[in-house]
């Protein structure tokens, strides 16, 4: 019986959007109460570009203050995106497993990963939004929960090799007028995701309009 509520849980489209849409929601709310630290922010994010040196300065310490408000939203920001794209490769491919009249008793192979740009879904992504996918990979991974990555190379290789990437987000973050919203790509994904969700199935799913978040019945 166990195995029968998991495989239904884990299949269910609407199970993975109202977990998005729950995330994205609560890291909206994150964004809204830190609002006050903005240019607080923005000083320390241009302080820390020029440290190149990438020690533990006074500045880089008040950074890592304020800058774990916005963080902690992007974090989950990338949460509600992962289990979008997670729940459109299990639409995605049910099918064929239904017809060998098998279930799922754990997660896939495939899904075993929290690099997003990785997982094969037939969606086409924008340069800039593949560009952001691999940010909220690393986001998921380390850089919105711990100090450091689980090495040295990774550490290294994911956060400083591209400064045009790895501080994107955080500049959209920054610099957007709404600061209750997070960057217009999160959204387009996020559009994206659920748009194709709802083409191949007809139960209840969620759409993240430019304003409003609203269930679909």
Known sequence: MN?????????????????????????????????EYKEKWKKCVAIRKENTSHTITEEEKEFMLWGAFYQKALLLAAFGIENLIKGLWIVENNISLKTKNETYTK?????????????DIKIN????????????SN????????????????????????????????????????????????YSIYNKLISEIKSKKSNNVIKRNEDTVAVLE
């Not at 997660?107 to 997982?119: A, F, M, Y």
């Open 3 to 35: 195995k029968i509520i998991y495989d239904n849980i884990l299949q269910n489209e609407f199970a993975w959007a109202i977990e998005a849409y729950n995330t994205l929601r609560s890291g909206e709310a994150l964004l809204k109460e830190s609002k």
């Open 107 to 119: 997660l896939p192979n495939e899904l075993k990963t929290h690099n997003l740009h990785q997982i």
């Open 125 to 136: 992504f924008s340069p800039k939004e593949r560009q952001v996918l691999i940010e909220l």
């Open 139 to 186: 986001y998921i991974k380390w850089v919105g929960r711990y100090p450091v990555a689980l090495n040295s190379v990774q550490f290294c290789s994911e956060r400083f090799r591209n400064p045009g990437i790895q501080y994107y987000i955080e500049d959209a973050v920054v610099n957007k007028t709404n600061l209750e919203c997070f960057p217009d790509e999160i």
